[in-house]
């Protein structure tokens, strides 16, 4: 089970996905109850500290998820090829905007964050994103 902070982590990051991005009132009042059913357990401090750590962690539980090796790398390709909506959310686009280019701004994207994480001593905060 999670702690209540890392509960509320994961509830945010996972309202604020592209996909989501808060369209559904259950995902506000996820965050709520969870905050309202720890309030006298939660450390703020220790939120403000976890979220400053690696962005898209969740990445690995959803991956996790996915019982047997075709369903991970079937989850992994959409990540890498999301549907072309995503694509087209993610640049500010309109649909007749569309291009098969994105699909390349998306890989250089992903690998310009695995690059970031693999720096040495490096951790994304506000100071350095």
């Known amino acids: 089970m999670l702690r209540p902070e890392h509960m509320i982590i994961y509830l945010c990051e996972h309202a604020?996905?592209?996909?989501?991005?808060?369209?559904?009132l259950?995902?506000?009042?996820?965050?709520?109850?969870?905050?309202?059913?720890?309030?006298?357990l939660i450390d703020w401090d220790f939120i403000v500290e976890e979220s400053r750590r690696i962005r898209g962690s969740s990445y690995f539980i959803y991956l996790a998820m996915n019982r047997g090796l075709f369903a991970k790398?079937?989850?992994i390709?959409?990540?890498?090829f999301?549907?072309?909506?995503?694509?087209?959310?993610?640049?500010?686009?309109?649909?007749?905007?569309?291009?098969?280019s994105l699909y390349l701004l998306r890989i250089g994207e992903i690998f310009s964050h695995v690059?970031?994480?693999?720096?040495?001593g490096r951790t994304k905060t506000p100071e350095n994103s």
């Open 26 to 40: 259950i995902l506000i009042c996820d965050i709520f109850f969870s905050i309202k059913a720890f309030e006298k």
């Open 115 to 120: 690059l970031g994480l693999l720096a040495p």
């Open 73 to 75: 790398l079937g989850f």
């Open 16 to 24: 604020l996905r592209v996909g989501h991005s808060f369209d559904r």
């Open 82 to 100: 999301p549907p072309a909506q995503i694509l087209l959310q993610r640049q500010y686009r309109k649909d007749a905007e569309f291009s098969k």
């Open 77 to 80: 390709t959409r990540t890498f």
